[in-house]
C-alpha cells in the first residue's frame, strides 16, 4: 500500500532526519519571530522616548516635541495618501499572487475586495488612523505643557488681598 517500508532503518533514519530538520526550523523561525518583534518593540521605544523619556531635562521643548511629532505623521499620512489616491499596481506582484492556500480568492470573490479596493483600505487605514496616534501625542504634550504652566511651587504665597475699601 506505502511505497516505503516504514520499518526499514533507512526509512526510520530519514524520518529522523526530517523530524530534526523541521524541529530546528520551527526554533529557527521562532528565533526570527521574537527578534521580529523585539527590533519592533526597540525601534518603537526608540522613536517615542525623546517624548515620553522619564528625564524631563532631557525632552525636547514642546514646539520640538510638535515638531518631532507632525513630521512623522506627516510621512505617515503621505504614504497613505499616496496608496489611498494611485491606481493599483504599486506592488506588481499583489495583482496577481501565486496562493497555494486560495485566501486572495477568499478575499477578493467572496469578501468583494479587488486590488484597488484593497490598496485604497490599506492606505486610509495608514493614514486616518496612523495620523490619530500622532494627533493625539501632540496634544498630549499641549496638555502637559499647558499644566505645567499652572504649576505653582509649594513655597509660593500669595500676597494679602486688600480689601475694597482700601482703594477709594
Known amino acids: 500500500m506505502f511505497p516505503f517500508n516504514f520499518r526499514s532503518p533507512e ?19 521562532l528565533s526570527l519571530h521574537i527578534f521580529q ?6 525601534t518603537g521605544v526608540i522613536f517615542w522616548w525623546p517624548i515620553l523619556g522619564p528625564i524631563e ?25 499616496i496608496l489611498t489616491f494611485k491606481p493599483p499596481g504599486l506592488y506588481p506582484a499583489y495583482l496577481h ?8 480568492t477568499l478575499v477578493r470573490n467572496v469578501w468583494g475586495l479587488d486590488p484597488a479596493k484593497d490598496q485604497q483600505l490599506g492606505g486610509l487605514v495608514l493614514w486616518v488612523p496612523g495620523c490619530f496616534v500622532f494627533l493625539s501625542a501632540i496634544l ?8 505645567a504652566s499652572d504649576y505653582t511651587p509649594p513655597d509660593y504665597k500669595p500676597k494679602e488681598e486688600a480689601a475694597i475699601g482700601e482703594y477709594l
Open 57 to 81: 531635562e532631557a525632552r525636547p521643548s514642546v514646539v520640538g516635541s510638535i515638531f518631532y511629532l507632525f513630521t512623522a505623521c506627516l510621512s505617515c499620512s503621505l504614504l497613505g495618501a
Open 11 to 29: 526509512t526510520q533514519a530519514m524520518a529522523r532526519l526530517f523530524s530534526e530538520v523541521a524541529v530546528v526550523s520551527v526554533v529557527i523561525f
Open 37 to 42: 518583534h523585539l527590533s519592533f518593540l526597540c
Open 140 to 147: 498630549w504634550v499641549l496638555a502637559r505643557w499647558h499644566r
Open 97 to 104: 499572487p501565486a496562493d497555494s492556500l486560495s485566501i486572495f
